[in-house]
């Protein structure tokens, strides 16, 4: 199996956890639209924010596989994370806020 080339792997670490984000908002949206109402949709959208979770991190767990080189995979790393970090946190505050 042939690797991706370096500038693809940092490039999806900026890029995939905004992507993962934006889909995640439009599925929270099209639930918070249904005719769901009170508990179950507060668990409906506990769920959801698990399942964005769990997307990210298996973003950066496959993105770190599929680095070979050291430092690449460092770098896909960090950038990753705090990336997913930084726009979970702000999905959260943003569907808190409104």
């Known amino acids: 199996m042939t690797r991706p080339p370096s500038w693809l792997l940092i ?5 995939g956890p905004i992507v993962l984000t934006l889909a995640w908002d439009g599925l929270f949206d099209r639930v918070a639209r249904s005719s769901i109402h009170g508990y179950a949709l507060a668990n ?3 769920a959801l924010f698990m399942l964005l979770a769990l997307g990210l991190v298996a973003f950066v767990v496959i ?5 070979a080189e050291s430092p690449v995979r460092t770098a896909f790393v960090r950038i990753a994370t705090i990336v997913s970090l930084l726009v979970f946190c702000l999905a959260f505050l943003g569907h808190l806020a409104g």
């Open 63 to 67: 993105g770190r596989r599929m680095a």
């Open 44 to 46: 409906l959208n506990n």
């Open 11 to 15: 490039l999806a670490a900026f890029l």
